[in-house]
Nanobody, 126 residues
Framework: EVQLVESGGDLVQAGGSLRLSCVASGFTFDDYAIGWFRQALGQERQEISYISSSDGSTYYVSFVKGRFTISSDSAKNTVYLQMNNLKPEATAKYYC???????????????????WGQGTQVTVSS
């Protein structure tokens, strides 16, 4: 059974940093890409970043480039999302997802993704 467990969400002031973690189990880690999505209240879910564990290739949505960094530790089956210089508009529930890289590359709203974690809340105060 595929399981994804997120952690690291918290309340932080604008300009602060958080590191989210996603621990994966139940599948061969290098066979999938792991992505981070977020959904704020009343808004559509959106893809933020993903990493392909097999070759290390990454993707970032434009408005987080230069501030967020995704990384992967295959020995720990864990993907991290380092978020720096957080803005209040980053307030949302953050979910990690597992899918083939081509799925995360094309499913920017996550509709085609089958494996999700339970989410972790990030709140950025102004």
């Amino acid at each position: 059974e595929v399981q994804l467990v997120e952690s690291g969400g918290d309340l932080v002031q604008a300009g602060g940093s958080l590191r989210l973690s996603c621990v994966a189990s139940g599948f061969t880690f290098d066979d999938y890409a792991i992505g981070w999505f977020r959904q704020a209240l009343g808004q559509e879910r959106q893809e933020i970043s993903y990493i392909s564990s097999s070759d290390g290739s990454t993707y970032y949505v434009s408005f987080v480039k230069g501030r967020f960094t995704i990384s992967s530790d295959s020995a720990k089956n864990t993907v991290y999302l380092q978020m720096n210089n957080l803005k209040p508009e980053a307030t949302a529930k953050y979910y990690c997802a597992a899918a083939p890289p081509e799925t995360l590359a094309t499913s920017l709203d996550g509709q085609s993704v089958n494996h999700w974690g339970q989410g972790t809340q990030v709140t950025v105060s102004s």
